[in-house]
């Protein structure tokens, strides 16, 4: 299998036989250089025994690398029917180990993909990566079994990820990630990779699901609630935003969103009347 993958043609010279080009619409940057799929893909942990789900494959730079990689199966969602053409031949050389489902990733349902878990590792459209981010960490949080996700991002998106309270970047996204999983960039990666040439530098960020994090959350929807409304309105004091006794959490009431930490965002929505969200 490895053979047919490797000596398919050059992504780019798939792309001008088939017409492709990367549309706007769907947020698509295309990667070609081999070395850098390949490296995102050897990030994956335990690829080998482990079913990859890839969002956004366009012309299959980096499915063809999950796959030379060891993949055990990867299944590709791709909205783009455009692609088609060349990701049937990526599927005619995969033997088996690669399914392309055509269609929205915000609403395509994935069920029993592996009941020994499945990886998510993704080049991802830059209009909907935050969206899809959150809606992985609550089907993390609800049980799901998400083993890891290697994802490229804006670099301002990745260290939104990773930031820490305090941090200029800290907001929602750190607080939901942090509360269930595990995260770190991995590398980061210059606009010049990419076709077409985004104006922002991108980076790889890894996130391992963290279990004795995910059993601390009694529940998600309040939690995720809770963080839109003050983090909606960052720049306000907390008790301008909802009217409860503050103090009761260790709190003044003047604080700001960006001031609390996760831990403490937790504690808050195990108690607060959820009618005040």
Not at 18 to 42: C, H, M, V, W, Y
Not at 200 to 207: G, L, T
């Amino acid at each position: 299998m490895k053979d047919k993958i490797k000596n398919l043609p050059p992504v780019s010279e798939m792309m001008r036989e088939s017409g492709l080009e990367p549309k706007k619409q769907f947020g698509q940057n295309f990667l070609f250089d081999l070395n850098l799929t390949g490296r995102i893909a050897r990030s994956v942990p335990d690829i080998e025994n482990t079913t990859v789900i890839e969002v956004g494959p366009g012309p299959g730079g980096l499915t063809r690398a999950l796959l030379m990689a060891g993949a055990k199966k990867v299944i590709a969602i791709e909205k783009d029917k455009t692609t088609e053409p060349i990701l049937s031949k990526i599927i005619d050389a995969s033997n088996g180990k690669l399914e392309v489902i055509f269609g929205d990733a915000l609403k395509v349902k994935l069920d029993n993909i592996d009941k020994n878990g499945y990886a998510i590792c993704s080049n991802l459209p830059y209009n909907v990566g935050t969206e899809l981010l959150i809606q992985w960490l609550k089907k993390i949080a609800n049980g799901e079994p998400i083993k890891s996700l290697t994802l490229m991002f804006q670099r301002e998106v990745a260290m939104r990820i990773i930031a820490n309270v305090g941090d200029e970047q800290y907001g929602r996204l750190a607080v939901l990630a942090n509360l269930i999983a595990d995260t770190k960039i991995l590398f980061d990666v210059p606009n010049t990779a990419f076709v077409p040439r985004p104006r922002v530098q991108s980076a790889v960020v890894q996130i391992i699901p963290n279990k004795n994090k995910i059993l601390a959350i009694k529940d998600i929807k309040k939690l995720e609630k809770l963080t839109a409304k003050l983090f909606g309105q960052r720049r306000k004091m907390i008790r301008s935003i909802i009217k409860t006794d503050w103090e009761k959490y260790g709190l003044s009431g003047t604080e700001r969103a960006e001031e609390i930490s996760p831990k403490k965002f937790l504690e808050i929505a195990d108690h607060i009347d959820v009618n005040l969200l």
